[in-house]
């Protein structure tokens, strides 16, 4: 594809339902990252894959988050139990390979809140 | 672990106005320089990026980032604002995080706005 593809683009959840987020990368690149912005804050790391492998997820902020990178092209970041503090932009991005000096591409990021 | 300061929080300038964004950073060892800009309504796109070399960088739509080692700092410049650069723009760092990624961490964010 173009560019990076997130869907949804908005959801809005009760609390303490479980959510699923897709990222669809830029075809070819072999990391992939999520990043959560909260409103008026800057982007905040969360997890890393490089191919289908999870290499850093130091930045999930507990054990309701998880992330999968199945065959190493698309991603998805799943939330359970969410709760308001929650809410929030998850930005996906990808590069073409696994190093500092790698560009990483964004996509539009989902929207989510938790009602 | 890094950090990013952003010193202003939102900018008014009036076309053709120059411009410059503050960005500090904190972090010891080598790191790769980045300006990212969202326009309303779109995805983060790369401005500009320092890896090594020159410290002023080109960078898109007329934009210059000047990289100042000794100030661990990365301006952003631009001589001539337009009313099109209404955005927000993230200076961001990127340095191995020794957990096997290279992820990027962000300021939180100028929003500039222009006047016509």
């Known amino acids: 594809g173009a560019g990076v593809s997130q869907s949804p683009r908005y959801k809005v959840a009760k609390r303490g339902q479980d959510v699923a987020l897709r990222c669809d990368p830029i075809?070819?690149?072999?990391?992939l990252f999520w990043y959560q912005q909260a409103l008026g804050q800057g982007p905040e790391f969360l997890t890393y894959?490089?191919?289908?492998?999870?290499?850093?997820k130091s930045g999930l902020p507990s054990d309701r988050f998880f992330a999968e990178r199945p065959e190493g092209s698309v991603s998805t970041l799943k939330i359970q139990r969410t709760q308001q503090e929650d809410s929030a932009v998850y930005l996906c991005?990808?590069?073409?390979?696994?190093?500092?000096?790698?560009?990483?591409?964004f996509g539009a990021g989902t929207r989510l809140s938790v009602l | 672990a890094q950090s990013v300061s952003q010193h202003n929080h939102h900018v008014i300038l009036s076309e053709a106005a120059s411009l410059e964004l503050g960005c500090n950073y904190s972090y010891g060892g080598t790191v790769n320089l980045f300006w990212y800009v969202q326009y309303p309504g779109q995805h983060l796109q790369l401005l500009l990026k320092?890896?090594?070399?020159?410290?002023l960088v080109k960078g898109i739509k007329g934009f210059e980032a000047e990289f100042i080692k000794s100030k661990f700092s990365f301006n952003l410049r631009k001589p001539s604002v337009q009313w099109s650069d209404t955005a927000e723009y993230f200076c961001?760092?990127?340095?191995?995080?020794?957990?096997?990624?290279?992820?990027?961490?962000f300021g939180k964010g100028t929003k500039l706005s222009v006047i016509p």
């Open positions: 991005a990808s590069s073409l390979e696994g190093e500092a000096r790698s560009i990483q591409y």
């Open positions: 075809s070819g690149h072999v990391s």
């Open positions: 961001a760092v990127n340095a191995y995080s020794g957990a096997g990624s290279y992820q990027l961490t």
């Open positions: 320092y890896f090594s070399g020159d410290p």
């Open positions: 894959f490089q191919n289908e492998a999870q290499l850093d």
